[in-house]
C-alpha cells in the first residue's frame, strides 16, 4: 500500500506564474488536508477536502490560492501569481473516514521556490 | 491563545537522559490526540497516539490530562537517533482538523 504521493518534489516558479501542487492520498483514505510550513516555522493548516466537496479552508488565503480534490484523480492545491512569500514547504496528510479520530499520514512535501 | 502550544526547546540532552516534552491545548473538545516526529526538511511522522489512559511504546511515554488539557511525551534513555523535532497534534475543531503544535526540538549528544 503506497502511502501519500505529493509531486513534484521541488518546484521553482517565477514570480507570477502558476503553481499546481499533487497529491494522491493513501488507498482507502478520503480526507485530504494541506500544511504550509514555512523555514523554521510549524505546519499551519489550510484546508480540509473530502472527495468532491471543500470541508474547511479556513486557512487558505483568501486570494491566489485554491485547493479540489475531484471524484478521480489527486487533489490540488493551486497557487496563482505567486510571490517570494508562498516560498515554503507544503505538506499534503490523509485519513480515514472515522470523524476525526484517527491519525493523519503525511506525504513527502512539495517545496516551492519562487524566483 | 493559540491552539496547541508547546516549548519550542531546543533541549540539549547527552545519550541516556530522560527527557519530557508536554503540550497544551485550548479547545476542550478535542477529539484525538497524537505526537509525531519530524526530522530536519522531511515529513511528519506519526510516533505515538495518546489515550486517556496513558500508552508506552518502548522508550517513550505519552500521557493524557484532559482536566488540565495537557499532553506528554517521556523519552527514556535517549538515543542520539532520537535527535528531531517533536509535535503535538490535537484533532480540534467542529471538523477535528489535525492541528499542530510549533515543535519541540530535542537535540542529544555524544
Known amino acids: 500500500n503506497a502511502g501519500v504521493m505529493q509531486n513534484p518534489r521541488h518546484l521553482v516558479r517565477r514570480r507570477g506564474q502558476e503553481a499546481r501542487l499533487r497529491c494522491s492520498p493513501m488507498?482507502?483514505?478520503?480526507?485530504v488536508y494541506w500544511y504550509r510550513q514555512l523555514p523554521e516555522e510549524g505546519l499551519k493548516f489550510m484546508v480540509y477536502?473530502?472527495?468532491?466537496?471543500?470541508?474547511?479552508e479556513s486557512g487558505m488565503p483568501k486570494e491566489r490560492f485554491s485547493a479540489e480534490f475531484p471524484k478521480e484523480g489527486p487533489s490540488i492545491l493551486r497557487i496563482q501569481q505567486v510571490v517570494r512569500g508562498d516560498s515554503a514547504a507544503y505538506f499534503c496528510?490523509?485519513?480515514?473516514?472515522?470523524?476525526?479520530?484517527?491519525?493523519?499520514?503525511f506525504g513527502q512535501g512539495t517545496r516551492l521556490t519562487v524566483v | 491563545r493559540k491552539e496547541v502550544e508547546q516549548d519550542p526547546g531546543p533541549f540539549n540532552v547527552p545519550e541516556g537522559a530522560t527527557v519530557a516534552f508536554n503540550c497544551t491545548y485550548s479547545?476542550?473538545?478535542?477529539?484525538?490526540f497524537f505526537w509525531y516526529r519530524q526530522d530536519c526538511r522531511k515529513e511528519p511522522k506519526l510516533l505515538m497516539s495518546v489515550y486517556s489512559s496513558g500508552n508506552e511504546d518502548g522508550r517513550f511515554t505519552a500521557q493524557l490530562n484532559r482536566a488540565s488539557q495537557y499532553i506528554s511525551l517521556l523519552i527514556r534513555d535517549s538515543k542520539l537517533s532520537d535527535s528531531a523535532t517533536y509535535l503535538c497534534?490535537?484533532?480540534?475543531?467542529?471538523?477535528?482538523?489535525?492541528?499542530f503544535g510549533r515543535g519541540t526540538s530535542l537535540i542529544v549528544h555524544p
Open positions: 488507498k482507502g483514505h478520503s480526507h
Open positions: 477536502l473530502q472527495k468532491e466537496n471543500i470541508i474547511d
Open positions: 496528510a490523509s485519513s480515514l473516514p472515522t470523524g476525526g479520530t484517527t491519525e493523519a499520514f
Open positions: 479547545n476542550s473538545a478535542s477529539q484525538s
Open positions: 497534534v490535537v484533532n480540534t475543531g467542529g471538523s477535528y482538523i489535525p492541528t
